[in-house]
């Protein structure tokens, strides 16, 4: 009777486990194809801080270069808000470091009555010190974005972030990092379609 009952629980966490799959797949589809039912999109003031402003400026530009859809600036006429947080940190990364040795030894002995004095002396020296400071500067972007359909529902999000790229800085990089992953979450829309 005990097999019998750890087999229908392993059934049973299966069935769980594929209507629990099932589920996730069938709410990701239907995000899929509201995606595709976007033309028009308003980009939101994104929070952050005082470069998430520049970060909406240039991931509108790159939105825009991507001629996937219309950029709006009336919200009321979009079909999907971009909303989020970015951040574009300049900053300086320090390392310090010590290392060192020493030894010292001194032996000295003297003996004797005045004028005749005896004596022994000895000594050890041994040092070594080595320090090294290095200080770096380092710029890094993040940015956090979802895109919102009228009805309030998130129909697709990413998160990127970059240390900068080659070309260009790392606040570009995110933008161009959120537009490539869009577009192609774009294009697997429609192929699924």
């Not at 709410?27 to 970060?55: C, K, P, S, W, Y």
């Not at 530009?61 to 947080?85: C, I, M, P, Q």
Request: with cysteine.
């Amino acid at each position: 009777m005990k097999p019998l009952l750890l087999l229908t629980a392993a059934l049973a966490a299966s069935f769980v486990c594929a209507a629990g799959d099932a589920a996730i797949a069938a709410i990701e589809a239907g995000n899929l194809r509201q995606l595709l039912a976007v033309h028009r999109i308003f980009v939101d003031r994104l929070t952050g801080g005082d470069t998430a402003a520049q970060m909406r400026d240039i991931l509108i530009s790159s939105l825009a270069a991507s001629k996937l859809f219309v950029l709006t600036e009336k919200e009321e006429r979009a079909d999907a808000v971009l909303r989020g947080a970015a951040e574009d940190l300049v900053f300086t990364e320090t390392h310090q470091s010590s290392d060192g040795i020493n030894a010292h030894m001194n032996l000295s002995t003297r003996a004797g009555t005045g004028y005749y004095s005896k004596g022994n002396a000895a000594g050890l020296g041994i040092g070594d010190n080595e320090s090294d400071h290095s200080a770096e500067r380092r710029h890094e972007a993040l940015a956090a974005v979802r895109l919102v359909n009228k009805d309030g529902d998130v129909i697709w999000s990413t998160t990127q972030e970059s240390l900068g790229a080659r070309f260009h800085g790392a606040s570009a990089d995110v933008a161009e990092k959120i537009t490539s992953q869009l577009k192609e979450d774009f294009d697997r829309a429609g192929k699924g379609q």
